[in-house]
Structures are given as C-alpha cells and as structure tokens.
C-alpha cells in the first residue's frame, strides 16, 4: 500500500522558518519525482516545487511565489522528501500536500499557519 | 505560465442531468490535462488523466474531451456521492498549473 505522510506544519510567525518532511513507503521511491502542492483557505490548489529523481540529477523546480524562499529536498535512502520554508509569509498558509503528480501519489495534506 | 480558467465556479445540479465542467488553456496543452475530485478534509483524487484516459476505479459515468484548447469533464447521471470540488491540472510544462475549482452540488 502506497503511503505518504506529511509531519512539520503548524503555527508561525512571518519571517520564521519550517520544515516540511514527507516519509512515504509503498513504492519504488527513488525512481519518482516528488511534488509539493499547496491549498490555500479560498480552496485554490497552487503546485510549489518539484524534485527528479536521480538519473535527472535531482533537478528542482519552483513557483514563483516561492523561490529563493523554500528549498525542496530529498533523502532516498529513507524515502523522504522535505520542504524548508523560510522568510514565511501569511499567504503561505495553506495545506500542503506531499505529492507524486506523474504517478498520482498524495498524502494526507499537513496545515501551515503563517500569522502573528 | 499557462493559466487554466475553469468554468463555473459552482453548479448545482439533479441527479438527471448530464454535468459538464470545462476549462480552458490559456495556449495548447497537448492533451496534458487531468481531472481531480475533492471532498472535504480529503486529497484531491484523479478522475481523468491525458484529457480522457479514466484514472482507475473510476466509474464510467466520468469522461473527458477536448475541443481545440477547452477541456471538459462530463458527468453522466450524477450521483450524490459525486459532490465535491472538481480541479483540472495543465502538466503540459512547468509550472503545473490547476484551474480554480468547481463546487458540485447534487440535489
């Protein structure tokens, strides 16, 4: 069975940081490219970053909204994906989503809460 | 980016009627198109994939077209489990981009 579990959201203040981690067991993980996906409280989906695998080099890829700000990462020997946040903003709140959009994997989703 | 401009915003419909949600691409996607249901506290769900490819487990009454650079999700005979929020995803290029959401509602 395909899981991915989403763990590291909460409430922050703006400028702070946060880690997102995304431990996932059920499928062959260092062949897939990792998303995360972000849903805000108006419901918009909104996709944040990407990470290939490593026969692309672990290429990374970034919204707009959110480069030079978070970092996508990953560990294949523990089947992970990660998502450093910083300089947050309180329009990052939102649900955030671990995701492999090509193979149509989600997790659960995890909330993070930018206010002062 | 590719903007996706999805319409309508909400429907309510009966369990007769056939039920059409589109969305259009802002430049040709190359059939790069999927559909997603979502229900409330839930992770979106994949319906359709490559524009009408049904996803599995997915029941017949779901379909997918496309007319030049319009995508549509027909829903035949809705049931009232099919209420949700339904979102189309461009992964044509990067950025992805989703549409802004249907709200379905059955009656």
């Known amino acids: 069975e395909v899981q991915l579990v989403e763990t590291g959201g909460g409430l922050v203040q703006p400028g702070k940081s946060l880690k997102l981690t995304c431990a996932t067991s059920?499928?062959?993980?260092?062949?897939?490219?990792m998303d995360w996906v972000r849903q805000s409280p108006e419901k918009q989906l909104e996709w944040v970053a990407q990470i290939k695998d490593k026969s692309n080099n672990y290429a990374t890829y970034y919204a707009e909204s959110v480069k030079g700000r978070f970092t996508i990462s990953r560990d294949d020997s523990k089947s992970s994906v990660y998502l450093q946040m910083n300089s947050l903003k309180e329009e990052d709140t939102a649900i955030y989503y671990c995701?492999?959009?090509?193979?149509?994997?989600w997790g659960q989703g995890v909330m993070v809460t930018v206010s002062s | 980016d590719i903007q996706m401009t999805q319409s309508p915003a909400s429907l309510s419909a009966s369990l007769e009627e056939i039920v059409t949600i589109t969305c259009k691409a802002s430049?040709?996607?190359?059939?790069?198109l999927s559909w997603y249901q979502q229900k409330p506290g839930k992770s979106p769900q994949l319906l359709i994939y490559?524009?009408?490819s049904l996803a599995d487990g997915v029941p017949s009454r779901f379909s997918g077209s496309r007319s030049g650079t319009q995508y549509s999700l027909k829903i035949s005979r809705p049931q009232v489990d099919d209420s949700g929020i339904y979102y189309c995803l461009q992964s044509y290029s990067t950025p992805p981009t989703f549409g802004a959401g249907t709200k379905l509602e059955l009656k």
């Open positions: 490559d524009a009408t």
């Open positions: 430049q040709g996607i190359d059939d790069y």
């Open positions: 995701t492999s959009i090509l193979w149509d994997y």
């Open positions: 059920g499928f062959t993980f260092s062949n897939a490219w």
